[in-house]
């Protein structure tokens, strides 16, 4: 793995994990760190799921693929958020 390879998922982790905590409602007690993580995570799921449902490489912007990951990282940060709150 090169480094653009690891700077480029740190970056897209960031944005979807930041897009994600905005969908979910209210406010969430869980860290930047866990946000990025949570996005990275849920880009790579996302983008497996998006190949094997056939949507991933589309004309253009991939909107399904993009709609998938952000979706995936709403239900992380919402479980990581619920997860930390019972501690």
Do not use: C, F, N, Y
């Not at 970056?11 to 969430?28: D, F, N, S, T």
């Not at 990275?40 to 983008?47: D, E, N, T």
Request: charged letters at 15%; aromatic letters at 4%; hydrophobic letters at 60%.
């Amino acid at each position: 793995m090169e480094i653009s390879s690891i700077i480029g998922a740190i970056v897209i982790g960031l944005i979807i994990g930041v897009l994600g905590r905005l969908v979910v409602p209210g406010r969430q007690r869980i860290g930047v760190l866990w946000t990025i993580l949570v996005g990275i995570v849920a880009a790579l799921i996302g983008s497996g799921i998006a190949a094997a449902v056939g949507v991933a490489d589309t004309k253009g912007v991939d909107w399904i693929e993009w709609l998938i990951q952000i979706g995936l990282a709403a239900l992380g940060v919402a479980a990581l958020d619920r997860a930390r709150s019972h501690r």
